[in-house]
């Protein structure tokens, strides 16, 4: 239980991270009033701050882009109603990259979002947001999104926690699209138990979302002892030879310490890694594409410029609207899924998909309960450092898109810092296994220095 | 030589649902604009689509009625195209796996007798909004309330060799959605709109001709008007030595023209793909066993059934199955006492001419109905009286047909006085024609017959008139 004053001051101390969006006032305003009406529940006083295109009834949703800009849900999301039902607070929310298209939270029509131990360098992205006020100790919690990596690799980056549960473990009615065979809402947590608590309260079946699973809520698993009984995989495409050198220290000094808890490490190997990046990179702005159609300027949001037809319409509100990497990506995803080029690219990435999630398949059918990876290939970089290279950029998620590609829940937790920035160890685990990832997360939260430098 | 035509259909029929495809808004036709909506048919922020158990049952039975293959497993896919009452930029559709596919529609063609045409594919999607162009001023207004509403798209093969054949299918088609409880089919109200696929070739070609689309055909009279103009003008055009080039083509039934849709507003590529948000459709096997038990007999062997059960006239038999109302109406009748045919001209008659002129309603019970007939029957009421009671039991709703004719004082008079008095009053009445008579043109008896029915008010029994028209003339 956190006090609305104490909150406030701990949301006051972060403003200058640019990571809340809603104005502090409104925050503290709803806070009151959503206290007044808060039942007693898992999460009682708890404030979460929500991603910017997570639907909410509190306050506005534009998911860090022009074209939303103070667009007011008539709805709110599924998870944000259970979130409340079990007591927890919605305190504002957090900047990310437009629509959830980027790695940096660089590209939000509401400015940069800096990293919290080091404001020239990005805090990770998309939820970059969520992550910094985490990280800077503005909330215990914060709501995410995951469509390649955007809630591992900013908590990652930042220091903290992050959860993406398997697809299909929490409902995404109220997640604004943008990969919809990919999204996800995650958590963002200071700890392995505030990130799971959250994600507890937000799982299970929803009759308002059809690729939900009809699935009880998830059950938070009681921290073991050790990792006695737990065999680990170490899939050796995560540790190329170019992976920065301090990230590569802090992993190996976690496999030492999975070895010394008892688990059972094992080399393993996911040969269509390479591939993710690619495949990536065609089925999410493919779904993007459609996904951003009804952005028109028809209905709701902004129109820009007079309408002398609705081409004309459409034209002004979308080209004004976008920014460039949200626009490069409508491109993307149009071409692979325009005649004529549809099975080169489109259906060819859905194959390559499978592989994937057969690699994983085949991993896990093979005795191993759990993979360990660096959760991302160097620390937090600087910001403008890959703004101008697409492709570098998106690389940064090299580690985290293959379990979105699969469907599989990952988690990252900080195991170091170099130079005084965070370093993030990830685990993958088969489709609803949340349980058994949670508990070594949760042994390992214990055994690994998380802010020791390496 | 000459040319033959070859055209294939594309039927939307809206499925009878009461709430939307992917969303539990109402369905109901005529509510004021935008107020059937919610934030999924809006296409809002963050809105999903969950699918309309009760919409894929009727299709189902739809896709049964035509024999169709119906797959237990099916894709909904995404057709994007912009467009400001397709509030999502993309319809819900199938393309790649459709719902079922390969069926066959008999239907009889004015030219070449009973045929089948094929259904290629029948597949479920949502309907787009209404824009509206002439409410508002220089602006175009937009109705979502259409927006999600559940369709079954119905594609033959190039099938048809005449327009008159498209619209006979077409009716065909309709007859059988209609006998399957799946749709209104009510052009009017939206529910059914077709789209055609035309082309042209020599006679003996066995390749196809370069096609256009007729789209905007909303009623069934335009179908084959539509479908002439645009073979007319394919036609035209081969014959100057020109080609035909793949347009859209819009019907403007004011100005009874085709004209090609203006390329800008042509969006050809659709980009197709599965639809992310919905799992694969999968059929369980029970629905499909439902969808056989809750299909009744069909138009094609219910008309062969009134032919051999009743021994009506494939006319007769026709007339009455165009309307599974009108068929049940019928076999109540006869069930009710009334023998086949004498009940069968009244429904094509009296019935059908009353329902007509009342949208549709059946103002008389088959039950008193079948009483009426057999009333004419053991002459209790001539035929011109039983038209005048079925009048009146329509306009008043109650009654008892015998009572009505005995109110009415149309019972039938079979006793000799009274048949007399009539007969004599009228041979004073026209002296002429009585002469005429006597002087051999005895083709002048049914005229005294009309006049007597005329003075009895139609309540002489009219087999025994003319033997006593007969004696009193002394013929």
Not at chain 2, 178 to 203: F, I, T
């Amino acid at each position: 239980m956190t006090s609305i004053a104490e909150t406030a001051s701990t949301l006051a101390g972060a403003a200058s991270l640019n990571a809340l969006l809603t104005p502090l006032s409104e925050v503290t305003a709803s806070l009151t009033e959503q206290a007044a009406r808060a039942p007693a529940g898992p999460l009682a006083g708890m404030p979460v701050a929500v991603k910017d295109n997570i639907c909410t009834l509190e306050y506005t949703t534009s998911c860090g882009s022009r074209i939303l800009e103070g667009y007011r849900s008539p709805f709110e999301a599924t998870a944000i109603t259970r979130l409340k039902a079990a007591g927890a607070l919605i305190a504002g929310k957090t900047n990310c990259d437009e629509f959830a298209m980027g790695s940096s939270t660089e590209h939000s029509a509401f400015g940069r979002t800096m990293h919290p131990t080091d404001p020239s360098r990005v805090p990770g992205g998309s939820s970059g947001g969520s992550a910094a006020l985490v990280a800077a100790g503005a909330v215990p919690a914060a709501l995410g999104s995951e469509t390649g990596g955007s809630v591992r690799q900013p908590a990652s980056f930042c220091g903290i926690v992050g959860i993406k549960p398997t697809y299909g473990r929490v409902s995404r009615y109220g997640l604004v699209a943008f990969g919809s065979s990919l999204d996800q809402i995650g958590v963002c947590g200071r700890t392995v138990s505030d990130a799971a608590r959250v994600l507890a309260a937000i799982s299970g079946r929803d009759p308002m979302d059809s690729t939900c699973e009809d699935r009880d809520p998830f059950q938070l698993p009681a921290p073991p002892e050790n990792l006695q009984g737990f065999v680990i995989g170490i899939p050796k495409e995560y540790f190329p030879p170019d992976l920065d050198p301090g990230v590569r220290r802090a992993c190996e000094r976690v496999i030492r310490l999975l070895k010394d808890l008892g688990a059972a490490v094992r080399d393993v190997s996911l040969p269509h890694t390479a591939y993710a990046i690619p495949t990536y990179y065609i089925i999410a702005p493919a779904e993007a594409s459609s996904n951003l159609a009804r952005y028109d300027g028809v209905r709701y949001g902004p129109r820009f410029n007079g309408v002398p037809d609705v081409r004309a319409l459409y034209q002004s509100t979308r080209g004004k609207g976008f920014g460039a990497e949200v626009r490069r990506r409508i491109l993307v995803g149009t071409y692979v899924l325009s005649a004529g080029y549809y099975d080169a690219y489109y259906r060819r990435a859905q194959r390559m998909r499978a592989l994937i999630a057969q690699d994983f398949r085949n991993v896990f059918d093979r005795g191993v309960d759990l993979l360990f990876t660096p959760s991302t290939p160097t620390p937090a970089f600087k910001a403008g450092e890959k703004t101008g290279d697409p492709v570098a950029m998106y690389l940064a998620d090299i580690f985290t898109v293959t379990a979105n590609l699969a469907g599989i829940p990952g988690l990252t937790l900080p195991i170091g810092r170099v130079d005084g920035l965070p370093i993030g160890g990830q685990l993958l685990a088969p489709a609803f296994l949340e349980d058994e990832m949670l508990e070594a997360a949760f042994t390992l939260e214990r055994a690994v220095p998380g802010t020791d430098e390496v | 030589m000459s040319w033959e035509t070859v055209i294939g259909l594309e039927t939307h029929v809206q499925l009878r649902t009461r709430s939307k495809m992917f969303c539990g808004c109402s369905t109901a036709f005529g509510a004021p604009p935008n107020t059937n909506v919610c934030p999924v048919c809006l296409g809002l922020p963050g809105a999903l689509p969950t699918v309309n158990g009760y919409a894929i049952q009727l299709a189902v039975r739809a896709a049964l009625a035509l024999r169709c293959q119906v797959h237990l497993r099916s894709i909904f896919a995404r057709k994007n195209y912009f467009y400001p009452d397709l509030p999502k930029g993309y319809q819900i559709s199938q393309y790649e796996e459709p719902l079922a596919t390969d069926g066959q529609l008999a239907y009889t063609s004015p030219e070449r007798g009973a045929v089948s045409a094929t259904i290629v594919r029948l597949h479920v999607e949502e309907d787009a909004g209404k824009s509206v162009h002439d409410r508002v001023p220089r602006s175009t207004a937009i109705d979502l309330n259409r927006s999600g509403v559940p369709l079954a798209e119905i594609v033959t093969g190039p099938d048809f060799r005449s327009p008159q054949e498209a619209r006979a299918y077409l009716l065909a088609l309709k007859e059988v959605l209609e006998y399957a409880d799946v749709s209104d089919c009510d052009l009017e109200k939206g529910s059914l709109r077709v789209d055609a696929n035309v082309s042209v070739r020599r006679v003996g070609e066995t390749a196809l001709g370069t096609k256009t689309e007729v789209k905007n055909i909303n009623s069934f009279a335009f179908v084959e008007k539509a479908l002439t103009l645009e073979r007319d003008r394919q036609i035209a055009t081969l014959e100057a030595g020109g080609r035909i080039e793949q347009h859209t083509m819009l019907f403007d039934a004011k100005a009874n023209a085709v004209r090609p849709q203006r390329t800008k507003e042509e969006s050809k590529d659709y980009r197709y793909f599965p639809e992310p948000d919905l799992p694969p459709l999968v059929v369980p096997e029970q629905w499909i066993a439902e969808g056989h038990a809750a299909l009744p007999e069909l138009p094609a062997a219910r008309r062969e059934r009134f032919a051999t059960q009743y021994g009506l006239p494939a006319q007769d038999a026709a007339v009455l199955v165009q309307s599974r109302v009108i068929a049940d109406y019928f076999e109540t009748t006869v069930t009710a006492g009334a023998d086949a045919k004498p009940a069968a001209n009244w429904v094509m008659g009296e019935v059908l001419a009353d329902a007509k002129a009342r949208a549709g309603t059946l103002r008389v019970t088959p039950e008193r109905l079948a009483r009426l007939i057999e009333l004419v029957k053991d002459g209790t009421v001539s035929h011109p009286a039983a038209k005048q009671v079925f009048a009146a039991m329509a306009d008043n709703g109650l009654g008892d047909p015998h009572a009505i004719a005995e109110r009415l004082g149309l019972i039938q008079v079979a006793d000799a006085g009274a048949l007399t008095g009539w007969v004599e009053e009228v041979l004073a009445g026209h002296p002429t024609e009585v002469a005429r008579y006597r002087k051999g043109e005895t083709k002048l008896l049914p005229f005294f017959v009309g006049q007597v029915m005329k003075v009895s008010k139609g309540k002489a029994d009219p087999t025994r008139v003319p033997s006593l028209v007969k004696e009193r003339l002394g013929g």
